[in-house]
T-cell receptor, first 113, second 116 residues
Framework: DQQVKQNSPSLSVQEGRISILNCDYT??????FLWYKKYPAEGPTFLIS?????DKNEDGRFTVFLNKSAKHLSLHIVPSQPGDSAVYFC????????????FGTGTRLQVTL | EAGVAQSPRYKIIEKRQSVAFWCNPI?????LYWYQQILGQGPKLLIQ????????DSQLPKDRFSAERLKGVDSTLKIQPAKLEDSAVYLC??????????????FGPGTRLTVL
């Protein structure tokens, strides 16, 4: 039972353009969502998060949007840079506890020159 | 601040052999997690420790996998005997005090296991 889904395994975007990565979840009890970025041969690194009480969180070039009614979140990267090329994982959990993360399958982003 | 350390980085074994992985979390982090990441999938939690106690091991195949965190600091994950389907990257993560509801977990580089 895949509770967190990333339906696009890969995405290619030109440098300077916007990258939009999507994520859907099925468990309505999730109330905290995170995006992780992973380079080859490294562990995932935390990028940005959002609580279910918000619909948007912004950090520099990265913005996460949450649509609770649709159980959908998206990560926007503007402008995209070659160094953003990596695999991006969406994860969901329960706020306020040190609980496990449920990850999606990841989207490989390639930013081309 | 030193990150999460894991060793070895790579391991190749034959099926039915045993293998052990080691993890040293970020200093002061009470919670330690072991995840399994099979190629093309997202990380899946195997076991979670809070200090030296197990919080969640519901997805740990207990007939062959075991883990311990005896002193509440570093941890070992063992597979005995290994199967072909255990080929994966084993990630260790740790987290400390939650801040504003965030459950930011810090991951180590992982151990890539190949079972032949």
């Amino acid at each position: 039972d895949q509770q967190v889904k990333q339906n696009s395994p890969s995405l290619s975007v030109q440098e300077g353009r916007i990258s939009i990565l999507n994520c859907d979840y099925t468990n309505s009890m999730f109330d905290y969502f995170l995006w992780y970025k992973k380079y080859p041969a490294e562990g995932p690194t935390f990028l940005i998060s959002i609580s279910s009480i918000k619909d948007k969180n912004e950090d520099g070039r990265f913005t996460v949007f949450l649509n609770k009614s649709a159980k959908h979140l998206s990560l926007h990267i503007v402008p995209s840079q070659p160094g953003d090329s990596a695999v991006y994982f969406c994860a969901a959990t329960f706020r306020g506890t040190a609980s496990k993360l449920t990850f999606g399958t990841g989207t490989r982003l390639q930013v081309t020159l | 601040e030193a990150g999460v350390a894991q060793s070895p980085r790579y391991k190749i074994i034959e099926k039915r052999q045993s293998v052990a992985f080691w993890c040293n979390p970020i200093s002061g982090h009470a919670t330690l997690y072991w995840y399994q990441q099979i190629l093309g999938q997202g990380p899946k939690l195997l076991i979670q420790f809070q200090n030296n106690g197990v919080v969640d091991d519901s997805q740990l195949p207990k007939d062959r996998f075991s883990a311990e965190r005896l002193k509440g600091v570093d941890s070992t994950l063992k597979i005995q005997p290994a199967k072909l389907e255990d080929s994966a990257v084993y990630l260790c993560a740790s987290s400390g005090r939650t801040s504003g509801g965030a459950n930011e977990q810090f991951f180590g580089p992982g151990t890539r296991l190949t079972v032949l």
